[in-house]
């Protein structure tokens, strides 16, 4: 079955960097879009960057843009988001999710995902 487990998350000072990773299995990567999301205590779950099917597209948050990179590793299944010059506020739960039934066009910050992983946590502070 589709699972989707993420890693990564930990300690980390503003201005340093932190990468996670979404490691897929039960489906083919490339055929699915995946997004990573995030939820802060207290607030809701917000979209941070995606990565589209197909084509590739990719799309960011805008209070993370410049400073946060989504990529996809087909072969290894594993989508990654590099954070370089993380806030304070960038701290939360941070999930990465898949849904196939979108076409290869659209913002997929705006799909409803399908499949959840189980989240890692990230905390910024010095």
């Known amino acids: 079955q589709v699972q989707l487990v993420e890693s990564g998350g930990g300690l980390v000072q503003p201005g340093g960097s932190l990468r996670l990773s979404c490691a897929a299995s039960?489906?083919?990567?490339?055929?699915?879009?995946i997004g990573w999301f995030r939820q802060a205590p207290g607030k809701e779950r917000e979209g941070v960057s995606c990565?589209?099917?197909?084509?590739?597209?990719?799309y960011y948050a805008d209070s993370v843009k410049g400073r946060f990179t989504i990529s996809r590793d087909n072969a290894k299944k594993t989508v990654y988001l590099q954070m370089s010059s993380p806030k304070p506020e960038d701290t939360a739960v941070y999930y990465c999710?898949?849904?196939?039934?979108?076409?290869?066009?659209?913002?997929?910050?705006?799909?409803?995902?399908?499949?959840w992983g189980q989240g890692t946590q990230v905390i910024v502070s010095s």
């Open positions: 999710a898949a849904v196939g039934r979108y076409s290869d066009y659209g913002d997929c910050l705006r799909f409803e995902y399908a499949y």
């Open positions: 039960g489906f083919t990567l490339e055929y699915y879009h």
């Open positions: 990565i589209s099917r197909g084509r590739g597209s990719i």
